[in-house]
């Protein structure tokens, strides 16, 4: 095992320079930097699936257009009609079971 001097990070440093200086692909966003070696030292997760960035959590989300929120509300609702007869179908043939019939 190393000492304990190795587990030491500059954040200074780190925090100078977060950015690899070189040219980006054409294709890239042109605000979009790749992260230097000392900037991955600000990069950090949480054990729970949390991103975080010099200490500030990353947010990251995901919207579903309207056709694809359409058609989670359809199922959603096709899955409460089915459940809902399913029951009325148990709470008759219960309701026949006892009677006799």
Do not use: C, H
């Not at 440093?13 to 692909?25: C, E, I, L, N």
């Not at 890239?28 to 992260?35: C, L, N, R």
């Not at 694809?68 to 043939?93: K, N, P």
């Amino acid at each position: 095992m190393g000492s304990t001097s190795d587990k030491r990070i500059d954040w200074n440093s780190a925090r100078q320079q977060p950015f690899a200086d070189v040219d980006t692909p054409d294709d890239w966003p042109k605000d979009v930097k790749p992260m230097s070696w000392q900037g991955m030292n600000l990069l950090g997760a949480d054990g729970k699936g949390g991103l975080y960035w010099d200490g500030k959590k990353l947010r990251s989300e995901v919207k579903l257009g309207w056709f694809a929120s359409l058609i989670g509300a359809l199922i959603a609702l096709s899955t409460f009609f089915a459940a809902a007869a399913t029951i009325s179908m148990s709470v008759l043939d219960l309701l026949r079971y006892l009677d006799g019939k």
